[in-house]
């Protein structure tokens, strides 16, 4: 079994759909990380929480300590949101990855 | 941009080649980072340096050697590489503690091995 789950593994929407990503880690952590990896590769940091709940744009990030538990959420998707999310836990300063969420929004 | 810099964007090399991989960022981070992205695997932890100083490496094979000559450049170099070391290569830099902001990656460099 992972360290870090994510659900789903793959994700298919309509635009405008609210979309929503979990990720369960079964590790301690000083902090969990969503990433956004585009077909080409590259990745992008979205959010570092370690508490609580961030906002930015459409894109809301939140953790449950207790339960470990994160969920990423998309409101008003649209079809430029189509990309592997993936979830990674900060433990003994090292990332451990999930296998990443494979969303696609369709017009 | 991301703000750190990856090249080759991609690359194909045969087993017996000799090539490296660059890496530069200038964000002023000073832990810097190379993941290995194989298909339908999680992103695993290849080295880790901070302040220059190699402080992980998470028994990859010897075929694969880093180097860091200064806080805002990383190499790669590999040399008789097998087909199973195609994969995505991601570079990574941070502010190295817990404070920081996260991590910032790069765009990766795509290795084909024939």
């Not at chain 1, 590790?27 to 992008?44: N, Y």
């Amino acid at each position: 079994k992972n360290e870090v789950e994510q659900s789903p593994q793959n994700l298919t929407a309509q635009e405008g759909e609210f979309i929503t990503i979990n990720c369960s880690y079964s590790v301690g952590i000083s902090a969990l990380h969503w990433l956004q990896q585009h077909p080409g590769g590259g990745i992008v940091s979205l959010f570092m929480l370690s508490s609580g709940k961030k906002k930015h744009g459409r894109l809301i990030a939140t953790i449950n300590i207790q339960e470990k538990h994160s969920s990423l959420h998309i409101t008003a998707s649209h079809p430029r949101d189509s990309a592997v999310y993936i979830c990674a836990v900060d433990n003994t300063d090292k990332l451990i990855f999930g296998t990443g969420t494979r969303l696609q929004v369709f017009p | 941009e991301t703000g750190v810099t990856q090249t080759p964007r991609h690359l194909v090399m045969g087993m017996t080649n000799k090539k490296s991989l660059k890496c530069e960022q200038h964000l002023g981070h000073n832990a810097m980072y190379w993941y290995k992205q194989s298909a339908k695997k999680p992103l695993e932890l290849m080295f880790v340096y901070n302040f220059k100083e190699q402080t992980e490496n998470n028994s990859v094979p010897s075929r694969f050697s880093p180097e860091c000559p200064n806080s805002s450049h990383l190499f790669l170099h590999l040399h008789t590489l097998q087909p199973e070391d195609s994969a995505l290569y991601l570079c990574a830099s941070s502010q190295g503690d817990t404070d920081s902001d996260g991590y910032t990656f790069g765009s990766g460099t795509r290795l084909t091995v024939v």
